[in-house]
């Protein structure tokens, strides 16, 4: 049976009449993967299918028209650029960024990304170009043309020759929702963790039948620090004539 990243690799190419059954791709299997996380099979996929297409790419260098078709087909933003300078960009790419193929053929790619990462960008972008290690995949803030930021994931493949002359291919994903979907989690995991460090009451989260959070009105009740509560069995902080009781009624629950 194949890996779900080898099937979700499959899917990813489809579209572009790729067939990863053909590129004879190696696939690894690991009794330990379980299931993935849904970002981790779009950071996994959109990784190896980047070399993939970096090896059409080249393949295809001299045949640009053979070249676009595949691209343009594809449902993933595809650019090829050679220093800073775009070569080549699909269909998906136009419509992520708003810009048409001529006009984004005029710019720089940095010129997409938004200030703040730019540099970053860029030094990455240079060290791959002069063969040195840079990060293959990560994420950045983009603008495109009517001016809004885009939170964007970047996958670039290692200097390919293209037409003679080194390039990089790279896949870029819109993420923006999920980004703001975390934004949003972390902004109600903390104000829900200011109401709790200053309620009055004591709160405490126990697992397992040890504490695994605390709250300083814990902490005040019981008479300890709240770094000496975590990790200790709650029974230990009850009478000695109650605790098979609590303990009883606290199993019940999980049942």
């Known amino acids: 049976p194949r890996s779900w990243k080898w099937l979700a690799l499959a899917a990813?190419?489809?579209p572009a009449g790729i067939s990863a059954a053909s590129l004879e791709l190696e696939e690894t299997s690991s009794p330990t993967w379980g299931i993935p996380a849904a970002k981790d099979i779009v950071t996994g996929v959109a990784a190896a299918a980047v070399l993939v297409i970096a090896r059409l790419a080249a393949?295809?260098?001299e045949r640009e028209a053979e070249l676009r078709e595949v691209l343009d087909n594809a449902n993933v933003a595809i650019f090829?650029?050679?220093g800073r300078q775009f070569l080549m960009v699909n269909k998906t790419f136009e419509q992520m960024t708003g810009y048409r193929g001529t006009e984004l053929l005029s710019l720089e790619f940095p010129e997409l990304i938004h200030p703040e990462h730019r540099e970053l960008v860029r030094e990455r972008a240079a060290a791959r170009q002069r063969g040195e290690q840079a990060p293959q995949h990560y994420e950045a803030k983009a603008?495109?043309?009517d001016g809004s930021m885009r939170w964007?994931?970047?996958?670039a493949s290692p200097v390919i020759d293209f037409g003679g002359?080194?390039?990089?291919?790279?896949?870029v994903q819109d993420i923006t929702?999920?980004?703001?979907?975390?934004?949003?989690l972390q902004e109600s995991e903390e104000k829900y963790r200011l109401v709790v460090d200053n309620a009055a009451e004591a709160i405490l989260i126990a697992q397992d039948e040890r504490i695994q959070f605390a709250n300083p009105g814990c902490a005040t009740l019981l008479g300890h620090p709240v770094e000496?509560?975590?990790?200790r069995p709650f029974i230990d902080f009850l009478k000695k004539k109650k605790r098979k009781m609590v303990l009883d009624r606290h199993r019940r629950r999980f049942r």
């Open 228 to 231: 000496d509560l975590t990790e």
């Open 143 to 145: 603008v495109v043309r």
């Open 59 to 61: 393949t295809l260098a």
């Open 165 to 171: 002359k080194p390039a990089v291919i790279g896949t």
């Open 12 to 14: 990813f190419l489809a």
């Open 80 to 82: 090829i650029v050679q």
């Open 152 to 155: 964007v994931s970047i996958s």
């Open 177 to 184: 929702r999920e980004r703001l979907a975390e934004e949003k």
